[in-house]
């Protein structure tokens, strides 16, 4: 997400307002339609563009037609109103078919990072027969009820027994102030979201705050509600399935995680890949937090276009 990208050069591919299981998201396309594709699947409260145009790019100068979009209650996709129409990970695993679908892609490659790693998970147990390869980024073994982790960690609570770590201390502090009124300006809106991002990034990569306030700077411009984002909480876990059913992957798995991300410790990439996934590699990223910086840009694709070139057709 480096800031010259953002701010002046925005990557704009094939645009598609999907309908589909009673929402409308927001997707869009870039490369040869007849190379395969690889679906990019955010994380909870993130936009599809949050995938960095540097990302895209070099995934697409490799050979993969790329697919990003918005979640539900996300960017230029639908909100919902969960009171009345709650919905789970199940759900949102299903708008990523229908994304699929849209652009006529019957199999594809996912990387999906942080819940879009549960997400894309979901899909590798569930739709086997069209997940080319998985690669599960900054994320958790599938049925990893974080939701509940992080209320007990709030409230002085004790992980139960057999459970992954809490996020960090310092990043449960920045969350309970991370999110600003919901009529407040885009200078208010930056102000309190900056702290946030200073805790996710980590503390080994240098952290550049222009960057950082050009990618915030498009998710505000572009957001229906920037507030509806959080009914991703209110899913949390549900409707993900177990981590046992991680065993019937069959689709080349990578496991890519930094070895400073505060939300998910690194123990929580090992048990997707030595406890849960059969023959998934693991690659830590030395310095990487919760984030996606631009100087990681060649290194992560580097790794996808890698891994996905094992099984491409």
Not at 42 to 47: E, I, L
Not at 83 to 108: E, I, K, N, Q, W
Not at 273 to 299: E, Q, S
Request: glycine letters at 10%; a negative charge.
């Amino acid at each position: 997400m480096q800031e010259n990208e953002l701010k002046n050069e925005c990557l704009t591919g094939s645009e598609q307002i999907v309908r589909a299981n009673g929402v409308e998201l927001w997707a869009e396309a870039f490369g040869d339609p007849g190379h395969p594709t690889v679906l990019l699947v955010m994380g909870a409260q993130a936009q599809g563009v949050q995938w960095n145009d540097g990302i895209v790019r070099r995934l697409v100068d490799g050979g993969l037609r790329v697919v990003r979009y918005d979640h539900r209650d996300t960017g230029r996709s639908s909100t919902v109103d969960f009171t009345t129409h709650p919905y789970t990970v199940a759900d949102m695993a299903s708008d990523a078919l229908a994304v699929l679908d849209a652009f006529g892609a019957a199999r594809a490659h996912l990387v999906g990072a942080s819940l879009g790693g549960l997400i894309a998970q979901r899909l590798a147990v569930t739709d086997a027969p069209r997940v080319l390869t998985l690669t599960s980024l900054s994320s958790q073994p599938l049925g990893t009820d974080t939701v509940a982790a992080v209320q007990r960690a709030l409230e002085g609570g004790s992980p139960l027994p057999g459970e992954l770590p809490p996020p960090r201390p310092e990043l449960l502090a920045a969350l309970t102030t991370a999110f600003p009124r919901p009529d407040a300006d885009l200078e208010e809106y930056l102000a309190v979201r900056m702290p946030l991002w200073r805790v996710l990034h980590g503390g080994v990569l240098p952290f550049d705050e222009g960057e950082y306030r050009a990618m915030e700077r498009r998710v505000y411009e572009r957001a229906r509600d920037l507030m509806a984002g959080l009914n991703h909480t209110l899913a949390g876990a549900a409707g993900s399935g177990s981590t046992a059913d991680l065993a019937s992957v069959t689709a080349p798995t990578l496991v890519l995680h930094g070895t400073e991300d505060p939300m998910f410790p690194p123990v929580h990439a090992e048990a997707t890949a030595a406890a849960a996934v059969p023959g998934a590699r693991l690659v830590m990223i030395d310095g990487m937090g919760h984030t996606l910086p631009g100087t990681l840009d060649d290194r992560l694709a580097a790794e996808i276009l890698r891994h996905t070139s094992r099984a491409r057709v």
